[in-house]
């Protein structure tokens, strides 16, 4: 492969998330595949391995320690499959449907799928509020993830009705985060929602996040 394959099982070790090694296998694969596309399609402005990895991989799998290994995940506004894709290489028994408004990132998020046989992964294309009525979306789910989409006040409108109850939202924010908490607490509460947040720092360029974790009560 073109990138170095042991930053990322090196990084994954620093950040204390366990993942097997053909698991990582597969994440070095989508890196390298994702950054294969980007050459004619766009899919992302980050195109160096280090930075792929870094803010694409190990970002999404910050996520792993409230993802549990089954039930049903919502990704909104999921790009060309991040977080979704690297949480369902590493949670293979996880029911993962995605809704983004771009077809070549959808189109990319199948391929993935296809060739990585990532069964129970579909990858809607349209935006959530005109394509609640595909099968996809039926059935409620247990979490929902959205990475640097949207406000928070505005994805818990989005996802409220599609989790059930005791349904979390996860939000991946950047330093943004706190202050985007802050603005719409009162709102949360009247609609029926609790939230706690957590901070983290990526591991190469110490970059701020911070996940916002609503709970639908």
Known sequence: MAGNPFLLPDLLRRQKLMVSADQVSQ??????ELLRWNRSRNLTAITAWDEVVEKHLVDSLLLLPHVPATGRLLDIGS???FPSLPLKIVRPDLEVVTVDAVAKKVFFQRHVARTLNLR?????????????????????????TARAVASLEHLAKLAGPLLRSGGRLLAMKGPEGPGELDACR?????????????????PITGAARWLLILTKE
């Open 120 to 144: 129970q992964y579909a990858a809607v294309h349209g935006r959530l509020e005109t394509c609640r009525s595909e099968p996809a979306l039926a059935a409620s789910f247990d979490l929902a």
């Open 27 to 32: 994440l070095n694969w989508l890196g390298e």
């Open 186 to 202: 009162e709102n949360l509460a009247a609609g029926g929602w609790r939230w706690r947040s957590e901070g983290s720092e990526l």
């Open 79 to 81: 790009g060309a499959g």
